[in-house]
């Protein structure tokens, strides 16, 4: 099975990675069956990700436009692909055909917290 990658962009820190159609083996490394599912009804959704977010599509369709800019698609994903979704992104998900996924956040790194000298 062929494996290709895409990023899509509006910004530099707004990247939408999305590999396409990614094999078993790969699969089986992320261990994706072990992650949580979530599943929604065709719709448009508002999101704001605080995390980076991973997620396997099982099955739908899904395109992803960027708060920042609504007239054009940030990323288009369905069915066997893998989207990582960096954190910060405020965006709408146009789902068009009901989805099924499988995804994992990435814990957010904890605030730096001023160093205590003694004397």
Known sequence: MAQS????????????????????????ELGINSWPKWACPPGKYKLKYNSEK???????????????????PTAEFCAGDLVTIPSG?????????????HYKFEPSPAPSSPSHSSS
């Open 89 to 101: 992104l405020t965006c709408t998900w146009d789902v068009t055909a009901s989805v099924d996924m």
């Open 5 to 28: 990658s895409a990023s899509v962009s509006s910004s530099t820190h707004e990247t939408i990675r999305v590999e396409k159609s990614i094999s078993r083996t790969r699969f089986a």
């Open 54 to 72: 991973t997620c396997h599509l099982v099955r739908g369709k899904v395109t992803v436009y960027s708060n920042k800019d609504s007239s054009s």
